[in-house]
């Protein structure tokens, strides 16, 4: 397994348009979480699955996003009618259940909206 | 609510030199505490941890103790290298497992 990967690494969009984003977990991980990170600040949590259940959202993740994960397997994060503010790393991680909730991150989606 | 907050940077040390980053956190309950590394180039990936009070994480010479009675999980490490240069991100999980990571505090090592 050679860890978490997302696709695809770079996205440039003009606003208004949809996104999709995709991840696929290590293969014995349960668990998968989104974050958005920008420049300068940490990961932010926008959402988590545990399997195929959406468990936690974010507050401030808006009506314009949407993530679903329908086999427990890849998940893929949705963008509708980008807005600049959109622009940041999207980053997924996955991890067990169980142990101590070690995350593995993947290397990010890039996405400029402009 | 659940928040980190950890010392700005950048940090500039020689090598050698120790090493100290400053996390301090609020939260509801008892969570669990996390220390990432990005190396340049490279994703997230977790460097240490402790998921109670008065328990020390340890990896790759680096430490942090987790201070319940100053909500602190500050790292540090006696002498650095300079492949020790990457950013330095302070996490806490809570009770309903989502994760707040602080702004991450970038360090140089010069030789």
């Known amino acids: 397994d050679t860890g978490v990967s997302q696709d695809p690494r770079h996205k440039i969009t003009k606003r208004g348009q949809n996104v999709t984003f995709r991840c696929d977990p290590i293969?014995?991980?349960?668990?998968l979480y989104w974050y958005r990170q920008t420049l300068g600040q940490g990961p932010e949590f926008l959402t988590y699955?545990?399997?195929?259940?959406?468990?936690?959202k974010s507050r401030l993740l808006s009506d314009r996003f949407s993530a679903e994960r329908p086999k427990g397997s890849f998940s893929t994060l949705e963008i509708q009618r980008t807005e600049q503010g959109d622009s940041a790393m999207y980053l997924c991680?996955?991890?067990?259940?169980?142990?101590?909730?070690?995350?593995?991150f993947g290397p990010g989606t890039r996405l400029t909206v402009t | 609510g659940n928040s980190v907050t950890q010392m700005e940077g950048p940090v500039t040390l020689s090598e050698e030199a120790f090493l100290t980053i400053n996390c301090t956190y609020t939260?509801?309950?008892?969570?669990?505490l996390f220390w990432y590394v990005q190396y340049p180039g490279e994703g997230l990936q977790l460097l240490l941890k402790?998921?109670?009070?008065?328990d020390k994480g340890s990896n790759k010479g680096f430490e942090a103790t987790y201070r319940k009675e100053t909500t602190s999980f500050h790292l540090e490490k006696g002498s650095v290298q300079v492949s020790d240069s990457a950013v330095y991100f302070c996490?806490?999980?809570?009770?309903?497992?989502?994760?707040?990571f602080g702004t991450g505090t970038s360090l140089t090592v010069i030789p």
């Open positions: 699955f545990q399997n195929e259940a959406q468990l936690e």
């Open positions: 293969s014995e991980h349960n668990r």
């Open positions: 939260a509801t309950g008892y969570p669990s």
């Open positions: 402790a998921t109670k009070a008065d």
């Open positions: 996490a806490l999980k809570n009770a309903g497992n989502q994760f707040y």
């Open positions: 991680a996955s991890s067990t259940s169980g142990g101590l909730y070690e995350q593995y």
